[in-house]
């Protein structure tokens, strides 16, 4: 017998699906449709099944499920309220109500401690589940009784609380003891327990979040609390896992930027009408021009010089855009690359390398001379060493690229050698990974520099897609 769905199914898919959509998810009406389908084919009796199902129905790439699982747990719960096993089997209450102080301990905080050490340990996914609930219960609320709208819970005051990373030794030590592949080392055993907790921290931020969408709505936490795609997050604050992540959309990323440049040279091709040739045709169809003939053109393919600030407010943004060329490199007849802090040095050699992407902006670092005397970015210094040493690297058929927040720390900003930059290319465009509002602000040389060449706001990997399909030369 299957579940009966509840009444408010409809609200809760386009709800969904307007979450999605503003996380930058493409999904359309033929698309929902194929989901409300979906439901009413699989039903509500396995969970796991309808996500899945919902899931094939919206999303286009395995990029895009860490978004939607996210939102669909806030859309679909797994409970409503306390978890139905917490209420029946509530953690116990310690004799002594008195919080405890620094050094003191924590009767419930050991218990809990013991029981997730003894599920991490056996890889009890359900007894997990059911820990992660017990935390947030115990630990995650804030706010209560204080000014309405203030309350809800936190995963990140419960699992500091908890503290499920010191467990590591105590987990390693179980799995050391009932280990059957003697030949299997603690690093690897490690790496394991820390999956396992990472999980278990996931859990328990699945739980807060489902507890405060009640409080809250989920339309407002899906907003604020799901994380974005890969594509969509923000250089300037992408965290080291994020970053990892943006890396391995780069060759994805290059093949349709790749296709989307190859499909605008085949019109490029195409020249003006040629009309010789097109009344030359019209001849079997009756004098009626129906396959108009172009005059081809044969142009070459561009070159492409990058110009990136490699300092760490930047690092990130211009080590994906170089790692992003690079893997598009057969797009252009020639590349070169340069990177700079406050002297520049070209690193195209650096690029071609086989390395590891994650060193690259260190390698630059340590191994190209892009510092001075400090370390700080000074934009008019690398422009100005740019124009005078590796100016033959410009012609009529390049396009430069400049990569930087223009934080030029209040020196002279020597807009005089972009313009003779701009003077021997073909087009110069400047990538800012800031956002326009904070151009004026502070150290920024931007308004500076956007009087001379075209600046253009780019701060995640799917708006420089669409900069760099839309604005390099074919």
């Known amino acids: 017998m299957t579940t009966p769905p509840p009444a408010d199914t409809a609200a809760r898919l386009t709800g969904l699906v307007r979450a999605l959509r503003g996380h930058g998810l493409r999904i359309g009406p033929a698309e929902t449709v194929d989901a409300a389908a979906v439901l009413e084919v699989l039903g509500f009796a396995d969970r796991e099944q309808m996500r899945a199902g919902v899931a094939a129905a919206l999303l286009r790439s395995e990029g895009q499920r860490s978004v939607f699982d996210a939102a669909f747990d806030l859309f679909f719960p797994l409970a409503v309220g306390t978890p139905e096993a917490v209420r029946a089997d509530p953690p116990p209450v310690p004799d002594d109500p008195e919080p405890p102080r620094f050094g003191r301990p924590d009767p419930l905080r050991e218990q809990l401690r013991e029981r997730l050490a003894a599920a991490l340990a056996d890889d009890d996914r359900a007894a997990q589940a059911r820990l992660a609930g017990e935390v947030v219960e115990a630990f995650g609320r804030y706010g209560a009784g204080g000014t309405p709208g203030s309350d809800g819970w936190s995963a990140q005051q419960a699992l500091g609380r908890l503290a499920p990373e010191t467990l590591l030794a105590r987990v390693l030590a179980a799995l050391r003891e009932r280990r059957s592949a003697p030949d299997l080392s603690d690093l690897v055993l490690a790496d394991e327990i820390r999956r396992r907790i990472q999980d278990f921290r996931a859990l328990a931020a699945g739980e807060a979040r489902r507890r405060v969408a009640e409080l809250r709505g989920p339309e407002r936490i899906a907003e604020r609390a799901v994380a974005p795609t890969a594509d969509l997050v923000d250089f300037l604050y992408a965290g080291r896992g994020q970053v990892a992540e943006l890396r391995r959309t780069v060759h994805p990323l290059a ?29 079997s169809t009756g004098g009626v021009p129906l396959r108009p003939a172009y005059r081809l053109r044969r142009p070459a393919r561009p070159e492409l010089v990058l110009l990136c600030d490699v300092s760490g407010s930047v690092a990130g943004f211009a080590d994906f855009t170089m790692l992003l060329v690079r893997a598009m490199s057969e797009q252009f007849s020639k590349v070169r690359v340069f990177a700079f802090v406050n002297r520049t040095a070209e690193v195209t050699g650096l690029l071609r390398g086989d390395d590891d992407p994650a060193r690259l902006a260190a390698r630059i670092l340590t191994e190209a001379k892009v510092t001075g005397y400090h370390g700080n970015s000074d934009y008019g210094a690398a422009l100005g060493e740019f124009a005078e040493r590796h100016l033959d690297a410009v012609g009529p058929r390049t396009c430069v690229l400049v990569l930087g927040d223009a934080r030029n720390n209040r020196r002279d900003p020597n807009p005089d050698a972009l313009r003779r930059i701009a003077g021997r290319a073909r087009r110069v465009f400047w990538l800012n990974p800031e956002q326009p509002s904070l151009w004026p602000t502070g150290d920024s040389a931007a308004l500076v520099y956007a009087g001379v060449v075209e600046m253009h706001s780019c701060r995640n990997a799917r708006r420089l897609g669409e900069l760099i399909a839309r604005l390099l030369p074919v």
């Open 255 to 283: 093949r349709k930027l790749a296709t989307r440049l190859a499909a605008r040279r085949r019109r490029a091709a195409r020249g003006e009408i040629d009309l010789r040739r097109t009344l030359r045709r019209s001849l």
